[in-house]
């Protein structure tokens, strides 16, 4: 397994600029609120500008690791600062830089201080702080998508907590029914269980790293954290495990990451945090933070445990499918906007591990696709959403209506979002959905019959939200002066709806650098696409996706 090296070290710049500009948005004093915005977004798009030369020097016929990195970090433990990105962690890089000036753009005024508050005596939320949190995500979530070393990941996956927990208990909605006294209240619950569910499964996790490198150890004299080198180890036979090591090893890395993915039945803190963060920061969740779960099952748990992983394959698949049925049917149910796309996420994030684990080229292929494509349309979605509740002041359903008679900019992006979400054929989610769909049922028909219920399920939630809160007549008052979308809140969402819609056209230039990647994993876990039963001369798409998968035997 050849490594390719870069001599400027281009993914630690990427992960440095916006940690840099964390540091010095904070240091901008107090009262010049609107000069530390305008930094924190010149920094994150910068750290965009990066990221999009990481993609593009990106070789998707070159070494699996590219633009690598590697230095002594901890030697008596062999723990080394050690980075590279294969086609799916450059595609992950990639969006987490792009949603995030579009979370600052969204979130300009979410931390000024309200009418009243700014008094000499009074407390008001920190703007600098806001910002600046944003970027410390950002830039640890970068270097998640980044190493290659056990236990640099680790540190990363656990370090990106203490910022999200601020985000979400220092920074909450303020349409908040209940008055701004039990917002704070439920805010705080929301934050402290978001902290304790991911702190937990991130401790059983830690275990399982530690085992990891006795494990190592003893197979190999000498102790690692280094996935290159444990994947070499893995696929030459030096590295051995008994049956039993390698399951538990397994449960420990799948049960943090199930929970920060979020899976059922350890999803339960996403609608509180979704639910109680401001919207762009609940875009932050869904869209950035939690695909650092499903990114890693397929680096770390298929790639380090492929026997544990066929061997947990039917529990996982049915949690999946359980996911994707229960997040829709609770969606469906919902009298809550924000807690709506919670639920929603919840079933995109089990079509998402559904084809993760159909171990196929195309499910694998459309689940990194999904993880790309989910955040781009939730990101639409929410921020436009969050749009309408800071103009109405609230986030229930009911108390909307007529919404496109005054606002239609709104309600058309609201739409187009909407649409993204249920996988509307032409936009981009439908392309990955549709992958996933096709590489399950080629290997598990029954599981892929019944996860296309869930897309029946989203069709009935998206429309039902956009027919009560947009259409019909105006029936309450504070609609009636309802502005539409502004220069700002436009230049936030326009971008969004041309790349859900360039993207499912043209998804092509996106999955030729992923296509290797999947070959690599399906690869590591000895698996290969199940042969047609009824071959046909051309199995190439409209869209002209190419099968990976080309690794040894099936282990079925």
């Not at 394959?313 to 359980?322: D, K, R």
């Not at 996860?451 to 939630?461: C, S």
């Amino acid at each position: 397994m050849s490594v390719a090296n870069t001599g400027f070290p281009l993914l630690t710049a990427t992960a440095a600029l916006p940690a840099v500009g964390a540091i010095a948005t904070a240091a901008v004093p107090a009262v010049r609120r609107t000069a530390a915005k305008w930094l924190a977004l010149l920094v994150s798009l910068a750290t965009l500008v990066l990221a999009a030369a990481v993609l593009i020097r990106f070789d998707p016929d070159g070494a699996r690791y590219q633009l690598t990195e590697s230095h002594a970090w901890i030697s008596d433990f062999g723990v080394r600062y050690e980075l590279g990105v294969d086609g799916i962690g450059a595609a992950m890089m990639a969006l987490t830089a792009l949603l995030v000036p579009f979370v600052i753009g969204a979130g300009w005024h979410d931390a000024d201080p309200a009418a009243g508050e700014e008094r000499p005596h009074s407390r008001w939320r920190p703007t600098q702080g806001f910002f600046a949190l944003i970027l410390a995500v950002e830039a640890m979530v970068l270097v998640s998508f980044a190493a290659t070393d056990v236990f640099l990941f680790y540190v990363f996956f656990e370090a990106m907590l203490i910022p999200m927990y601020f985000l979400i208990g220092g920074f909450g909605d303020r349409a908040h029914a209940a008055g701004e006294e039990e917002g704070a209240k439920q805010r705080s619950y929301a934050a402290v269980k978001f902290l304790l569910y991911n702190l937990a499964g991130g401790l059983v996790m830690l275990a399982a790293v530690i085992g990891l490198f006795v494990v190592s150890s003893d197979s190999l004299g000498e102790g690692t954290f280094s996935l290159p080198e444990l994947l070499r180890a893995r696929a030459s036979g030096d590295l051995t495990m008994s049956a039993t090591t390698e399951r538990l090893l397994f449960g420990g890395f799948f049960l943090a990451f199930a929970i920060k993915a979020p899976l059922w039945p350890l999803h339960t803190w996403l609608p509180n945090a979704m639910g109680e963060a401001t919207a762009p920061v609940a875009v932050l969740i869904t869209a950035v933070v939690d695909k650092v779960g499903t990114f890693a099952m397929l680096r770390f748990c298929l790639g380090l445990f492929p026997n544990a992983s066929d061997w947990a394959t039917p529990v996982v698949l049915g949690l999946a499918l359980v996911s994707v049925l229960y997040g829709a049917l609770l969606a469906v149910g919902q009298r809550d906007i924000k807690r709506l796309v919670a639920y929603a996420s919840i079933s995109h994030f089990g079509f998402i591990i559904l084809g993760v684990f159909a171990m196929t080229s195309q499910g694998q292929g459309g689940a990194t696709l999904y993880m790309v494509f989910h955040g781009i349309s939730t990101a639409a979605l929410m921020l436009v959403a969050g749009f309408l509740i800071s103009r109405r002041g609230s986030r229930l359903i009911a108390d909307y209506g007529g919404v496109q008679k005054v606002a239609p900019v709104l309600a058309g992006t609201f739409l187009v979002g909407g649409l993204a979400t249920l996988s509307l054929p032409g936009l981009a989610p439908f392309v990955s959905e549709f992958l996933v769909l096709v590489g399950t049922f080629s290997r598990y028909p029954v599981a892929g019959i019944i996860a296309t219920a869930g897309i029946i399920l989203a069709a009935l939630y998206v429309l039902v939200l956009y027919q009560r809160t947009m259409t019909g007549p105006v029936r309450k008052p504070e609609i009636e002066g309802m502005p539409d979308l502004r220069v700002r809140e436009v230049a936030v969402v326009a971008p969004l709806v041309a790349l859900l819609i360039f993207l499912g056209v043209f998804p092509k230039p996106l999955t030729e650098i992923v296509n290797p990647a999947v070959e690599h994993t399906l690869s590591d876990v000895r698996k290969k696409d199940p042969k047609p039963q009824h071959p046909v001369a051309d199995r190439t798409t409209w869209f002209d996706y190419k099968p990976a998968g080309h690794g040894g035997g099936d282990h079925e």
